[in-house]
């Protein structure tokens, strides 16, 4: 019985440990760090994370002190014992983490939620993988990547002006055009959200991994219009590729670039400020009150709505007093544990806000799980497209 329990002592303490380079991985790649970088710290943790168990049930379990054999824990090298405590608190952070996302509750803005799935496989009657990178992964056994989830939230927001009741804003993130998927995956979804007929479109980012790709906006973003506009953001897989072309590819197809300057639209009487920030890969935090030609400073707006490609920008959002943040990034973190939920999330907050709404003070966060990803694999984690319905609080 006791090298059972001691098993599973040296599991918890594998499984901690596994955490603590996993809180490294998520926060390294929330920082303006080139790919190829990235991938070689990201290889070396890994390594690290497989190699650890084994030297731990080596080293303690089965020799000295031998704890699987009859061993004690008393036994132990003085520098085993900080060496397991950090692993301790790495297990007691997974826990909190997997407390956390077993016990979300949307803020209460969001008032109502409803979704449907989109099999695109069935939809099209085709295989949709293509011959990108990572291809492997889009057959793997149940790989949610073709089954879409389109939401449809309606929130409540204490400044949206009594005119705008019902405002629609469509909001998705992260289509990472690389080979992977056909084209004909992303067309069918364009087409389908410009279905619903929203008022706004916004993108948040990571638009293309191979430049390759880019005379898919023909197709896919080219032909999407709204009525009030479409506004987009890159992201820090576009700052990867060749971003400048990719900004001038998206504002020739008719998209306003709200990294550029913030715009000020007039809508039913009021003004909107749309603003974005590709930070920390790209420019600056933009300024409040810019007009949309940078001259002067404009009258306060009655709406203010940021754009941000990663959801670690909230709490300066909520500082500045933005009613409402859309970013992605995160893709959800696209595999989801039962009871823990997701591990992996690109974020210096790890995975708290990797998918969802969120609330800090009057600011609203929406984070979309995104629509693919340049590692196109999806267990217990759909990706998303949303349609966000505004409206005033009786």
């Known amino acids: 019985m006791d090298a059972i329990a001691n098993g599973l002592i040296l599991l918890m ?3 901690g440990h596994a955490e603590l380079w996993i809180v490294v991985i998520n926060r390294t790649h929330a920082l303006p760090i080139h790919d190829v970088w990235l991938k070689r710290l990201r290889h070396v943790l890994e390594l690290l994370i497989v190699v650890f168990p084994i030297v731990l049930f080596l080293a303690v379990g089965l020799y000295t002190p031998g704890v699987l054999v009859g061993g004690a824990w008393s036994q132990l090298p003085f520098w085993w014992k900080p060496v397991l405590l950090v692993c301790v608190l790495g297990f007691l952070g997974l ?5 956390r996302h077993l016990f979300y509750k949307p803020p209460r803005q969001q008032i109502e939620h409803q979704s449907e799935l989109i099999h695109m ?3 099209l009657n085709q295989d949709l993988i293509g011959e990108g990178p990572y291809r492997y992964l889009a057959g793997l056994p149940f790989n949610e990547i ?3 989830e389109f939401t449809r939230k309606i929130f409540q927001l204490p400044r949206l002006p009594a005119n705008w009741e019902g405002l629609r804003i469509l909001h998705f993130s992260d289509l990472h055009f690389s080979g992977t998927l056909k084209r004909e995956y992303f067309v069918e979804l364009c087409r389908i959200a410009q279905e ?4 706004l479109i916004i993108f948040a980012g990571d638009l293309i991994d191979e430049m390759k790709c880019l005379d898919w906006l023909n197709d896919t973003l080219g032909p999407m219009q709204a009525p009030l506009g479409c506004f987009f953001i890159l992201g820090n897989h576009d700052w990867h590729q060749q971003s400048l072309q990719i900004r001038e590819a998206l504002v020739e197809k008719g998209w306003i670039d709200l990294c550029a300057k913030p715009f000020l639209l007039q809508h039913a009487g009021h003004t909107l400020q749309l603003a974005g920030t590709e930070v ?6 933009p300024e409040l009150k810019q007009s949309a030609t940078g001259e002067g400073i404009e009258p306060e707006s009655d709406f203010l709505l940021l754009i941000s490609h990663t959801p670690d920008n909230f709490h300066w959002a909520a500082r500045q007093g933005y009613d409402l943040v859309l970013s992605g990034h995160t893709h959800g973190g696209q595999v989801r544990f039962p009871l823990i939920g997701p591990v992996f999330a690109p974020s210096l ?3 708290r806000y990797a998918s969802g709404t969120f609330a800090r003070g009057s600011t609203v966060l929406h984070v979309s799980r995104g629509v693919s990803g340049i590692h196109p694999l999806r267990w217990f984690c759909r990706p998303e497209i949303s349609l966000l319905t505004l409206r005033t609080i009786d």
């Open 13 to 15: 303490l594998s499984i």
């Open 95 to 99: 826990l909190y983490s997997g407390f």
């Open 121 to 123: 496989r069935q939809r």
């Open 146 to 148: 073709f089954s879409v």
């Open 196 to 199: 619903t007929e929203p008022d």
């Open 280 to 285: 920390p890969w790209m420019g600056a935090h």
């Open 349 to 351: 907050h790890g995975t």
